[in-house]
């Protein structure tokens, strides 16, 4: 499975905007679906996933109520929209995907996009 993720930019504090991921490959049924990112000298956390047929969604407390994850498995897509950004929420966003159910783990992850840079001014 290929990810490339897509929609980040500069932004200032309380817009928006929304990251995509595109899947190719083997992309059969089965893959949960998570976004990750990683702010400068930070670890890589966690802010949401997806599972294969979008009943079970996951959310970073620090983005509940303000970000939404979906996906839509005939286009092999899975979006990120964010709302309200906060200077806080910058950082590189990754899409990344597992077999089997989500998961908030990184590790469990096999497949990693590229990233693409979100950054929010005050």
């Known amino acids: 499975v290929q990810l490339q993720a897509s929609g980040g930019g500069l932004v200032q504090a309380g817009g928006s905007l929304r990251l995509s991921c595109a899947a190719s490959g083997r992309t059969e049924s089965g893959y949960a679906m998570g976004w990750f990112r990683q702010a400068p000298g930070k670890e890589r956390e966690f802010v949401s996933a997806?599972?294969?047929?979008?009943?079970?969604?996951y959310y970073a407390d620090s983005v509940k109520g303000r970000f939404t994850i979906s996906r839509d498995n005939v286009k092999n897509m899975v979006y990120l929209q964010m709302n309200s950004l906060k200077p806080e929420d910058t950082a590189v966003y990754y899409c990344?995907?597992?077999?089997?159910?989500?998961?908030?783990?990184?590790?469990?992850?096999?497949?990693w996009g590229q990233g693409t840079q979100v950054t929010v001014s005050s």
């Open positions: 997806i599972s294969w047929g979008g009943s079970g969604i």
């Open positions: 990344a995907a597992k077999r089997g159910p989500p998961s908030t783990f990184a590790y469990e992850y096999g497949y």
